[in-house]
């Protein structure tokens, strides 16, 4: 039978006797899945031309058994095509990251962060299941996986050392106005820095007080804690009402008003 298929064998572009001799030698649906899964040409349509026509030539020469074989290979491409069956790629601890993507999507982690695993392979394994999803035309589980990288890639950045992130200017601005030297301090430079009043200023604060929190960062936690509170309070009450107390407490003075429980 090999002369049979050495025409479609040229056309198709795939060793298409090598892949009728593993077929051959599957003994289960699993053997024929790793086969698929193996070779990422099966599952292309010029694949599944040439494996119907070897099919058909098979059974016109009278071997059943081959185009029987060949049948179920074509229905276990189609089957790993249209499910979301994705492949490691060759990196470290591939497994592992793929486990945590799941938990992290399964358990709504937050900040959606892999626990015990090289952060970079891990965004290798989710970049390249988002590909993959695209690839097959599962749209809403491409979106998922998009969003989870742009959220993990936003907390990783939040979490990582101050030297290795770059800082967008409204995080410098927010850092500078944390970093300053007393509450007066603090209250001119928010006077001079409206910009930390707005809705992003607030959204970026909450998300790094989050991971302070899940990184059991309390001081950091707390102080972002604190100033996330004077935003927004003043966006309300005016910067001079939300500092007088503050102010008046640092300087020994007893506080002008009573102190505001919320």
């Given at each position: 039978?090999?002369?049979?298929?050495?025409?479609?064998?040229?056309?198709?572009?795939?060793?298409?006797?090598?892949?009728?001799?593993?077929?051959?030698?599957?003994?289960?649906?699993?053997?024929?899945?790793?086969?698929?899964?193996?070779?990422?040409?099966?599952?292309?349509?010029?694949?599944?031309?040439?494996?119907?026509?070897?099919?058909?030539?098979?059974?016109?020469?009278?071997?059943?058994?081959?185009?029987?074989?060949?049948?179920?290979?074509?229905?276990?491409?189609?089957?790993?095509?249209?499910?979301?069956?994705?492949?490691?790629?060759?990196?470290?601890?591939?497994?592992?990251?793929?486990?945590?993507?799941?938990?992290?999507?399964?358990?709504?982690?937050?900040?959606?962060?892999?626990?015990?695993?090289?952060?970079?392979?891990?965004?290798?394994?989710?970049?390249?299941?988002?590909?993959?999803?695209?690839?097959?035309?599962?749209?809403?589980?491409?979106?998922?996986?998009?969003?989870?990288?742009?959220?993990?890639?936003?907390?990783?950045?939040?979490?990582?050392?101050?030297?290795?992130?770059?800082?967008?200017?409204?995080?410098?601005?927010?850092?500078?106005?944390?970093?300053?030297?007393?509450?007066?301090?603090?209250q001119g430079f928010l006077q001079d820095h409206p910009e930390l009043l707005s809705d992003e200023a607030s959204t970026m604060l909450s998300s790094m007080l989050q991971a302070a929190a899940s990184n059991n960062q309390e001081q950091a936690a707390e102080v972002l804690s604190e100033h996330l509170r004077i935003?927004?309070?003043?966006?309300?009450?005016?910067?001079?009402?939300?500092?007088?107390?503050?102010?008046?407490?640092?300087?020994?003075?007893?506080?002008?008003?009573?102190?505001?429980?919320?």
């Amino acid at each position: 039978m090999a002369g049979a298929f050495v025409l479609h064998k040229e056309i198709a572009l795939i060793d298409l006797q090598s892949v009728i001799e593993r077929t051959k030698a599957a003994g289960s649906m699993e053997d024929l899945q790793s086969l698929v899964i193996g070779d990422a040409y099966l599952q292309t349509p010029e694949a599944d031309a040439c494996l119907a026509t070897a099919a058909a030539d098979a059974e016109a020469a009278g071997d059943g058994d081959l185009a029987a074989r060949l049948g179920a290979l074509r229905q276990v491409i189609s089957a790993v095509r249209n499910s979301p069956v994705f492949y490691l790629p060759d990196v470290p601890g591939s497994r592992e990251a793929a486990g945590e993507i799941r938990a992290i999507m399964e358990q709504r982690r937050e900040p959606p962060l892999p626990q015990g695993i090289d952060i970079e392979n891990f965004f290798q394994v989710l970049s390249a299941f988002r590909q993959q999803s695209e690839e097959k035309g599962l749209t809403d589980l491409a979106t998922a996986f998009g969003d989870l990288e742009q959220r993990a890639r936003a907390a990783a950045a939040l979490t990582a050392e101050p030297q290795e992130q770059e800082l967008t200017p409204l995080a410098q601005t927010a850092v500078g106005w944390i970093d300053t030297d007393d509450w007066r301090a603090s209250q001119g430079f928010l006077q001079d820095h409206p910009e930390l009043l707005s809705d992003e200023a607030s959204t970026m604060l909450s998300s790094m007080l989050q991971a302070a929190a899940s990184n059991n960062q309390e001081q950091a936690a707390e102080v972002l804690s604190e100033h996330l509170r004077i935003i927004e309070q003043a966006r309300t009450k005016g910067i001079a009402v939300v500092y007088a107390d503050l102010v008046a407490s640092e300087d020994g003075e007893a506080p002008a008003t009573p102190s505001d429980p919320n």
